[in-house]
């Protein structure tokens, strides 16, 4: 059996279909996904996340969006233009590009999910960290406490940590921090 070659959507024909539409999807390339919901623990901790880095933001110019908001990567000639819906993401001191997307995060949150892993690992890992704006990327296991805390230098360059317990995660752009129990509040009960 043949299969047809999917069609590849064009940046304004996505964005333009993405208002209307009931299930929220992400584009890279041309290529359109629809996203799986969330379960009620990624939920949480996607929350208290928010909670906590939008309490931050209050005296600073940020915004804070949860899971609504897309992220876009790359311009309309970049054939692996991209748009993705992190689960947090901060953005500071830039008027919106756009009613519907943002550009220039300073942080970004993905929550682990068993349909996620390995795009947040990989390939969103490789997409967000060519973002020059960018310089916190948290990566949260929802099993577990363990958070992949990805931090820019101010010489640009990248460096890793795991965090366990009671870990502390510095936020520049907040000018705080966000600890590994303000994180898991009230998960694992």
Known sequence: MVR???RLMAVAE???????SAVRREYVGGQVYAMAGSSLRHSRIAGNIHAHFWQLAQNRPCR?????VKLRIGTDEDPEVAFYYPDVMVVCDKTPPHEYYETEPCILVEVLSPSTVNTDLREKYLEYTRLPSLRTYLVVD????????????EAGRWHHQDLTGD???????????????QIYRRVFE
Do not use: K, M, N
Not at 64 to 68: F, G, M, P
Not at 167 to 181: D, W, Y
């Open 4 to 6: 047809p070659i999917p």
């Open 14 to 20: 996505y964005l333009e279909s993405e208002i209307g």
């Open 64 to 68: 804070v969006h949860q899971e609504a």
């Open 142 to 153: 929802q099993d577990t406490l363990f958070v992949r805390h990805w931090f820019r230098d």
């Open 167 to 181: 870990g502390q995660i510095p936020l520049p752009c907040l000018g705080g921090q966000i600890t590994l129990p």
